[in-house]
């Protein structure tokens, strides 16, 4: 499973850093979606893809029997994918706004600041 | 329990929450913005106190212990850094009473900026690498709120390139810490500098290394990562320009101390050179940019990336001494950079433009304005005896202590050049007369995002700005007991074992680490 998905990682990062060099500011979105979610798959992944039961610690006992799943990821992955959801929902009302103030999808047109 | 750990985060997410729950009435907002700061400010000398007497002070959040919950612990520099947060943020409330106007104000500029606070004070604090994104992304959302309020059209163009480019960096922050997890199987610090010491794949370590030091260096606009900051941070109202540029490239600074004196310290044989050239590459490239601009917000930005040099320097020579001066340079550049920027805000407000060829005379007319400007200026540029001296001083002692003859020489050299445009400024705003064509617009009649005020407000800007330059002033007439202080960052950093006890417990040390990991291996 790990080559398989070190592989579906690798493409999502390639594709996410493609759409962000282009102009389009609309494209760059998508490609600041596809990075966070490649970010996300990489935690999973790199943490250990074991199967394993609920990391529940029985009634008495003093840890966990048998192989148990890794929590931690879980939650990591969790938080940012909440975060990585507000983050973009900003970014997709700033494109909006930008686009009836710019009146482009080409970040070349975006220069006023930089001069 | 040590309350006063996490109190600096609590109390801003609780001034900010008061003022969301007063959104119609403004008059309370701006009432809680300046009791919160202030309330703060006292919270953070009560840190420093404990810190003093203690050296570290840690709290285990939900009580879990560590390794396994969240740590907020304090050493030396995080004190100092929380100290510095709430002067700024007293400061830039009590600024803002009078330079925001009601349509910001209107759109959650107070809460927007009490959550900034607690996103900084939150990353001083915590002991978690995970936590650590999780504050860098509440600091960032409460940031990208604050520049895009009013939303003219530089701010749009400004967002989108600021938005992108720190956004990135937060993912590759995010993608470090899932391969630092994936290797040693921990989030907090002090325990992935137990293990990382261990670490077998030596060539892992060091590209994670390199990946934080991208990701914070995007956040602290190093070379050659700082373009989004001179293209967006002279966009939103002065205020927020200021409160953006005494913070939050240094609370990527302090990643970048904190993540390669605690976990890679080992791998500087890799690492060093890379921090000393950026840094060297950030202070030139950082003036030059100033030197061509005649923006005064633009000139004060690309500074702020040729004083991240400085701190930079201090961090990759890499001996007690150079990280007591790149620390002392964080703290003498969070006060006087922001006061620069309030100082161009009161200038805008009285010549109505940030064009340096269009203003002039300011001398004359505000002498005392002057006089705030000319300290801060100077005490960037590093002129004896303000607060920039001591930090230029310690560091360039160390790097010629560190034999680090060829950056020792740029710094130096760059230290002319910010001169050089702090030189400019001073002549175009104050020295010069107003040129003709400059119609100064009337107190309380023009128009634009921060003017629409009455005169009798003017104090509450000037009133920052003098406590401000005071500061500088108290920096550099004080230079010896701070530079002691300075010293006790410069060791603790040094030696990472006082912070991996605090958090971990007393008596734990590598080699029992060891023999714990190698159980766990071979129990299941």
Redesign the interface.
């Known amino acids: 499973m790990e080559p398989l998905m070190a592989v579906a990682i690798g493409l999502l990062y390639a594709a996410a850093i493609f759409l962000?060099l282009r102009r389009s500011?609309v494209k760059?979105v998508i490609g600041?979606m596809l990075?966070?979610n490649?970010?996300?798959l990489?935690?999973?992944?790199?943490?250990?893809m074991t199967r394993g039961a609920p990391p529940l610690i029985p009634d008495g006992m003093p840890g966990p029997l048998g192989?148990i799943a890794d929590p931690?990821?879980q939650a990591?992955v969790l938080?940012?994918i909440v975060?990585a959801f507000?983050?973009l929902a900003?970014?997709v009302v700033?494109?909006r706004?930008?686009y009836e103030?710019?009146k482009a999808d080409d970040?070349d047109k975006?220069?006023?600041?930089?001069t | 329990m040590r309350p006063e750990v996490a109190l600096p985060v609590l109390l801003p997410l609780l001034s900010g929450s008061i003022s969301i729950l007063f959104w119609r009435a403004r008059p309370m907002q701006r009432f809680v913005a300046v009791a919160g700061n202030l309330a703060l400010l006292v919270v953070s000398l009560w840190l420093m106190a404990s810190v003093s007497r203690d050296g570290y002070v840690s709290i285990q959040m939900g009580g879990w212990e560590a390794p396994f919950g969240i740590t907020l612990i304090a050493d030396m520099l995080s004190a100092v850094m929380i100290v510095l947060t709430a002067i700024i943020g007293l400061a830039l409330s009590i600024y803002s009473l009078a330079s925001t106007g009601p349509d910001h104000e209107k759109f959650g500029y107070y809460p927007l900026m009490h959550l900034l606070l607690a996103g900084v004070a939150g990353a001083f604090l915590t002991g978690d690498i995970f936590n650590l994104y999780v504050w860098f992304e509440v600091m960032l959302v409460a940031s990208f709120g604050l520049l895009i309020l009013g939303g003219e059209k530089p701010q749009m163009e400004g967002a989108i390139k600021y938005v992108t480019l720190n956004l990135l960096a937060s993912v590759i922050f995010l993608t470090a810490i899932g391969l630092l997890y994936g290797m040693v199987g921990t989030l907090n610090m002090a325990d992935i500098a137990l293990r990382l010491a261990e670490a077998e794949h030596r060539g892992m370590v060091e590209v994670l290394a390199v990946m934080f030091m991208v990701a914070f260096g995007i956040k602290a606009a190093a070379f050659p990562l700082f373009f989004w900051l001179p293209a967006s941070y002279h966009t939103p109202p002065v205020a927020v320009s200021a409160l953006f540029a005494g913070l939050l490239t240094k609370v990527g600074v302090y990643s970048l101390f904190r993540v390669f004196t605690l976990m890679f310290n080992d791998t500087l044989d890799y690492t060093q050179d890379l921090l000393i050239w950026g840094a060297a590459f950030t202070m030139v490239t950082g003036v030059l940019g100033a030197a061509a601009q005649y923006e005064f917000r633009r000139i004060l930005s690309f500074h702020i990336v040729s004083q991240i040099g400085y701190m930079i320097l201090g961090l990759a020579l890499f001996t007690p001494l150079a990280i007591a001066g790149g620390i002392f340079a964080v703290m003498h550049n969070i006060v006087v950079k922001t006061n620069l920027f309030l100082v161009s805000g009161i200038t805008r407000r009285l010549q109505g433009t940030y064009q340096l060829k269009k203003m002039g005379g300011l001398y004359k007319e505000h002498p005392w304005l002057a006089v705030a400007f000319f300290i801060s200026a100077f005490s960037l540029a590093g002129v004896p005896p303000l607060s920039g001296f001591f930090a230029k001083f310690v560091i360039v002692r160390a790097g010629i202590e560190a034999e680090a003859y060829v950056v020792t020489g740029i710094a130096l050299a760059v230290g002319l050049m910010t001169l050089y445009s702090m030189v400019k400024i001073w002549n175009e705003v104050f020295w010069k007369s107003l040129p003709e064509d400059n119609l100064v617009p009337e107190l309380g009649v023009a128009s634009g995002d921060d003017s629409r005020m009455v005169k009798p407000n003017l104090w509450l800007m000037y009133l920052p700005v003098a406590g401000l330059a005071f500061c500088a002033v108290l920096i550099g007439i004080f230079a010896q007991p701070l530079m002691v202080t300075m010293q006790v960052i410069g060791d603790q950093l040094m030696t990472p074992q006082g912070y991996i006890e605090a958090v971990l417990g007393p008596g734990v040390d590598v080699g029992d680490m060891l023999l714990e990991s190698q159980l766990e291996e071979s129990s299941p």
Not at chain 1, 42 to 48: C, D, P, R, V
Not at chain 1, 110 to 114: L, V
């Open positions: 962000m500011i760059l600041l990075l966070s490649a970010a996300n990489l935690i999973f992944t790199s943490a250990g192989t931690l990821p990591v938080t940012a975060i507000g983050v900003f970014a700033l494109i706004r930008a103030i710019v970040l975006m220069k006023d600041t930089d």
